[in-house]
């Protein structure tokens, strides 16, 4: 979806005329939601006592991933709790550890225009890993290599 704005030229600022603007289409921004945080635990059973018991925060289903972890929502987001593979160590809590980007530390947005996006980021020269799940998601890092998860929202 693009929205159409008259572009006046020096001409016809000059005329006063606003019928000779010229229309210029710009791009539409895309809207964005907070989805999830994904952390990495060591131990799920103590993690789930923590969220679980401790804070009291509501466990919900999780999808059936080949790795453990536990889901737990927050309001309209939600804590993503994935069991690291090896060992914690400092690699893995900055997101560097795993190969597949959505098992490592990440926040997660949905976004109504994913191609759109997709289309900017590969513009900008950032590599973008589509989500193993087969899900309308992507997973790009910052430029601090952070790891971002993008959701269509439609898909969520």
Request: aromatic letters at 8%.
């Amino acid at each position: 979806m693009r929205e159409n704005k008259p572009v006046c030229t020096r001409s016809c600022k000059a005329l006063g005329s606003r019928s000779a603007a010229k229309t210029m289409t710009t791009p539409r921004k895309p809207t964005y939601q907070h989805l999830h945080t994904a952390l990495w635990v060591s131990d799920l059973a103590r993690a789930e006592h923590f969220y679980g018991t401790v804070l009291g925060i509501p466990k919900v289903e999780r999808l059936p991933f080949d790795f453990p972890g536990a889901w737990y929502q927050v309001g309209s987001s939600q804590i993503h709790l994935i069991v690291a593979e090896e060992p914690m160590d400092p690699r893995q809590r900055s997101g560097t550890g795993s190969s597949k980007w959505g098992r490592n530390p990440h926040v997660a947005l949905g976004v109504d225009d994913l191609e759109a996006v997709k289309a900017r980021l590969r513009q900008e020269g950032y590599e973008v890993q589509p989500s193993a799940s087969g899900r309308a998601a992507v997973f790009v890092r910052d430029p601090d290599g952070n790891v971002i998860e993008l959701s269509s929202i439609s898909a969520t």
